[in-house]
């Protein structure tokens, strides 16, 4: 079966624009996770929703917001881009939440903010 | 591909060599543990976990040992092989029902044929 998908890939943006990335999860999955990877900071997590609720919130700042939907498919915004803000921005999914039930990551969305 | 990490520790081996990586986690209070593989221009991928009652646990060619007393994490890749080379690193979730993951910086491995 088809794998998580990202969308887009690559995108550019300047400082102080707003952006979102989707996340469509494995068919049947219902938890979504959103995670942000810097060669600085390493791979820390955002948040997790299931069933269209967002059960935990990473230690980021109110400018990064998620939503999911009813049919799984996430997405992320961040507002008020900075230069900080470039990352490869990762998703998962598992059929529940919290373990043991597996993640499987998507291969990201990397964004360069200008 | 994407880079993880700059300034990553490296191990390196030869092609079927044992590969031992290791991860000391932060929270006496991390109940879960998890091993991921990242190749290049990919996302992670699960490898092996385990919970806080366990001391071990087998996978294919792979082993992960816990120790809570020192708070540390490892992973055994028995023969490696080229492709294993990767960036691999551990996470921990935390008790209490948020299980909200930390992660390691990384180790990158190297396979040499």
């Known amino acids: 079966k088809a794998g998580v998908t990202q969308t887009p890939r690559y995108l550019i943006k300047t400082r102080g624009q707003q952006v979102t990335l989707s996340c469509s999860p494995i068919?049947?999955?219902?938890?979504v996770s959103w995670y942000q990877q810097t060669p600085g900071q390493g791979l820390q997590f955002l948040f997790e929703?299931?069933?269209?609720?967002?059960?935990n919130k990473g230690n980021f700042p109110g400018r990064f917001s998620g939503r999911q939907f009813s049919n799984s498919r996430s997405e992320m915004n961040v507002s008020t881009l900075e230069l900080g803000d470039s990352a490869l921005y990762l998703c998962?999914?598992?059929?529940?939440?919290?373990?043991?039930?597996?993640?499987?990551f998507g291969p990201g969305t990397r964004l360069t903010v200008l | 591909g994407e880079s993880v990490g700059l300034h990553l520790p490296t191990l390196s081996v030869q092609e079927g060599d044992n590969s031992i990586i290791n991860c000391a986690y932060s929270?006496?209070?991390?109940?879960?543990f998890i091993w991921y593989k990242q190749e290049s221009g990919k996302g992670p991928q699960f490898i092996i976990d385990?919970?806080?009652?366990?001391d071990k646990r087998q996978g294919q060619r792979v082993t992960v040992l816990l120790n809570k007393t020192v708070k540390h994490l490892s992973l055994q890749i028995a023969a490696t092989q080229p492709g294993d080379s990767a960036v691999y690193f551990c996470?921990?979730?935390?008790?209490?029902?948020?299980?909200?993951?930390?992660f390691g910086r990384g180790t990158s491995l190297i396979v040499h044929p």
């Open positions: 998962a999914s598992s059929l529940g939440a919290g373990p043991p039930n597996e993640q499987f």
């Open positions: 068919s049947g999955h219902r938890s």
């Open positions: 929703y299931f069933s269209e609720t967002q059960r």
């Open positions: 929270n006496s209070a991390s109940d879960y």
């Open positions: 385990i919970r806080s009652n366990m």
């Open positions: 996470a921990e979730k935390g008790s209490g029902g948020s299980y909200i993951p930390t």
